[in-house]
């Protein structure tokens, strides 16, 4: 039997690129660097079918590359040129890590025959990025390009989906190869066990206050589907993870809230009084258990199921009553199945409405913010996704939006300042008939603030709020809270934002009272949808509206004694 034709010899380059996409790949992020050319090259070759985002830091691709990541399931890819580039991108890599997205990393690396002197720009990448991603490597030959890469797919998703790093000696890139590509990899789907099944169903009808948390990466609308319909069957409470409010219909009379150190006192009551808690895709970090109060390590107070597609995840922090190493998929097509036993009444039928959520008053001073969040809110079409990164402002977003739908909404769970605008330009690039909104605290966007020109270049039509009071909110806070009085460092000067945005050619406002949100809000979502570009809405108020519901000297007086807000 005669086996598959050899292709014509190729570069290195044309040989890597046509890998990605022979996986589907069809858009990479990047900042363009001499160490890679091949691969520039061979991506002008496919620039019909495969589409380079060219943006203006390193930090913003690996951004982008992970958020669509986030959005597809699949790797986000980026490339970055050797050295400076590749010390830039590690933010992004950090945020996959932590965040549990697909990604991959190609790094442009010196050539062969100058390696290990020192050379112009030389980095190690294997120790750099080794606490950092999945799988770090060096593709020393060009006929491994499609192992390497096959490798890297299977690597970025499956069991707990991550980082990849691939650096790429320029040397190799410009060398021929032969080599047949490899087919695209299929990511192992393990599934629960009935045993498992049947004990789950046996714990959820003895428990008095059960919890589903939900969280991970890698969901399916049919998962998310079978998954909302189990908590339905089981009259299940349902939290989501710390920034995975997208998981479940945040206005379902079953929706507790998201998990996290702010949320408000009637959610975190429903949430610390359970017996039995059963994770599904996330991790048990810090943020997600409360700092372990919640869920305590090694040994949890309540019932804990654990079910996640990593099994080095399951009793890694705390030890489970039952775990389950199993996909999403899997534990979803199994809990399709599930049903109560017959006879058995749901004896907890309001327990999560239990306490209704009790209204934000107005913020302080001129522009209440509140309102200006529940006007995005109210107004925000069916088709949308709403991106933060880190910050006290992001509560606004996520206190007022109902989110539901996968993709409803991009934030780091790492707490990555400068994530919210890459974001929301990855979003637009995969939906570009989606409203996008950016909410951004005025230090978070000036993080990213450069990759505006990246949205005007690629016309993508988002709408950036920056919440302008002049802070390092969220470090002010816990400055205040721990040394009272002796705040440093957390002060900016910031420059007009809305001037910021017409130098760039775009829509730009300066906001400053109640009055006039609205208007500029509903002027900006329509300039971004008329002239795909994006519109920047500076939204100014004063430093001491910290939290939605609390003041800076509020707090400062409560932990004072005092019974008065201080002047």
Known sequence: MTGAAQPAPRSGGEALITQLQAFGVRRVFMVPGESFLPCIDALYARRDTMESIVCRQEGGAAYMAEA????????????????????????GVHTAREDSTPMILFIGQVGG??????????????????????????????????????????VATSGRPGPVV???????????TSAPLAAPPATPQACPTPTDMQRLRQMIETAAKPLLLLGGSRWSDAARTAI???????????????????????????FVGQVSASMPAHQKRVVMESDLVIALGTRL???????????????????????????????????PALGIASSIDGFAQAAAELAPTPGWQARRSGLHAATPAPALPPTPGPLDLNAAAR???????????????????????HRHIAFKGLGSQLAPAVGAMGYGLPAAIAAKLHDRDAAVICFAGDGCFQMTMQEVATAVQHQLGIVILVFNNGLYGTIRLHQERAY????????????????????????????????????????????????????ILDLVYDADIILPDRTLSQMLAEKAGATEPRA
């Open 113 to 154: 025959d100058t390696a290990d002197r020192q050379c112009f720009q030389e980095v190690d990448y294997r120790a750099m990025y080794a606490p950092l991603a999945k799988w770090v490597a060096q593709i020393e030959r060009a006929d491994r390009i499609p192992e390497y890469v096959a490798r890297a797919w299977t």
């Open 68 to 91: 669509h990541g986030k959005l597809t399931g699949q790797p986000g890819i980026c490339f970055v040129s050797r050295g400076p580039g590749a010390t830039n991108a590690a933010i």
């Open 166 to 176: 691939l650096a790429l000696p320029e040397d190799m890139l410009a060398c021929l």
């Open 285 to 319: 970090c810090e943020p997600t258990t409360l700092n372990y109060e919640w869920i305590a390590s090694p040994t949890p107070r309540q019932t804990l199921v654990h079910i996640h597609p990593d099994a080095n995840e399951i009793g890694r922090l705390s030890t």
């Open 228 to 254: 909302r319909d189990f908590a339905l069957r089981f009259d299940l409470p349902v939290a989501t993870a710390w920034r995975r409010l997208e998981l479940f219909d945040n206005d379902h009379s079953n």
């Open 484 to 535: 009272p009085g002796r705040a440093l460092a957390t002060t900016l000067v910031n420059p007009d934002f809305a001037l910021l945005a017409q130098s760039y050619g775009v829509f730009g406002r300066r906001v400053a009272s109640t009055k006039d949100f609205a208007p500029a809000y509903d002027a900006a979502l329509a300039y971004a949808r008329e002239r795909r570009l994006p519109a």
């Open 375 to 397: 006007h995005v809110a109210a107004s925000l079409p069916a088709r949308a996704c709403v991106t933060v990164g880190a910050g006290n402002y992001a509560l606004y977003a």
